[in-house]
């Protein structure tokens, strides 16, 4: 079943291209994320930081990541999405590398300022590019780019698990970027151009003005959603280590788990939304998001612990892509404002989740931190019919 919102159409030669090279910057985004979140317990075992201090030092990312966001929206009004990843992503990876190599916190901290503000610019940019690309082939394909964004993650995650006690902190996380520039060299040139993401100026919006009442459910489900990223992404190998007493190797797989399951959800996820709604899709997966919460809060042993992560990706894993095609149903001439206005959301949620989680494990522990994201997992229940937003003709 095609959605109402997008007309079917043949994709052109440029079309397929542009899509191969759109995957491409979602799957150097995963790698270069998971390289640098898989290793937190790590840097704060070398910094020797307390989980206060880490919590405020985590906080670097999300903030900077909403400036970069929001400049991207500005960014890519004038000059395209293309313009701005090509730029912002080799950043990314950069950034990374120098995360690694910082010998004390003041150079670690702009190292992680870098990454905030060019992890969020590529987060919108790439969106944008995934917007157009599913515009212009008139069904849902969000889920295939954030599936593969899944799968370079759950490949960083098991990278670490595979090498983190044979190799230094560095080289862990300098090798898997060298994989990531060339990805982002590769891709840069054969996206969307401005004018190719943009369509025709009679649709627009007065003002490219972004309507406020269909817009707020998406911007607080994707905090809400991000809420539990941050929790699973800053503390799962935190959780690990200190509640569940695991070792090196098992540390990382809770993180893993959870990308696993966000990629198997994700490969079957277009499908889905064809068939059933996106606003079903997304009521399922706060539930199952919510009972994962659950697990985690309650789980007796690492195995469970592992398993309760993988249910929170298979709840939460559906939510982004949506909101994100939601968000360009809502700004038809596409201008980018939409997307990067839910993808500030994004940070939002993550700078919550954040300081929020961590604040609870600081003042009880790391099991009672988790009812957090719990809560608001099961919010995103009540904000699914948003994902379907009736969109006026000509507006």
Known sequence: MISPHLEAAVPSPRDRQA?????????????????LLTQVAHLQDKHGLDTGALTILL????VFAG??????????????????????????????????????VPLLVPALLLFGVAVGAVDAGMNMQGVAVERRYGRAVLNGFHCLWSVLSLAGALWVSAVGDGLPLEAVMA?????????SLYAGPKLYTAAEEQVAPETAT????????PILPLCLAMAFLYVGDAAVSN?????????MAADARVIPLAYAAYQATTLLVRLAGDLAVRKYGPASIVRLGGAIATLG???????????LAVVAFGLTGVGLSVVAPQ?????????????GNAIALVNLFNYVGFIVGSALVGAIAEAADMRVAFAAPLVLAAAIILLARGFAPRVRAGA
């Open 67 to 104: 400036v970069g966001s929001v400049s991207a929206g500005s960014i890519a009004a004038r000059l395209g999405s293309k313009a701005l990843l090509r730029v912002a992503q080799p950043a990314v990876a950069a950034a990374v590398v120098l995360a690694g190599l910082a010998p004390n």
């Open 175 to 183: 090798i898997p970027m060298v994989l990531a520039v060339a990805g």
């Open 19 to 35: 899509r191969l090279a759109t995957f491409a910057v979602y799957a150097v985004q995963g790698l270069s994320f998971a390289t």
């Open 59 to 62: 906080l670097i990312v999300p």
């Open 293 to 303: 919460f659950l697990g985690i809060v309650a789980a007796p042993s690492q195995p």
């Open 235 to 243: 503390f799962s190998t935190v959780f690990m280590q200190d509640t």
């Open 206 to 213: 007065a003002g490219g003005r972004v309507p406020f009442r």
């Open 323 to 335: 909101s994100f095609s939601a968000a360009g149903k809502l700004d038809p001439a596409g201008t």
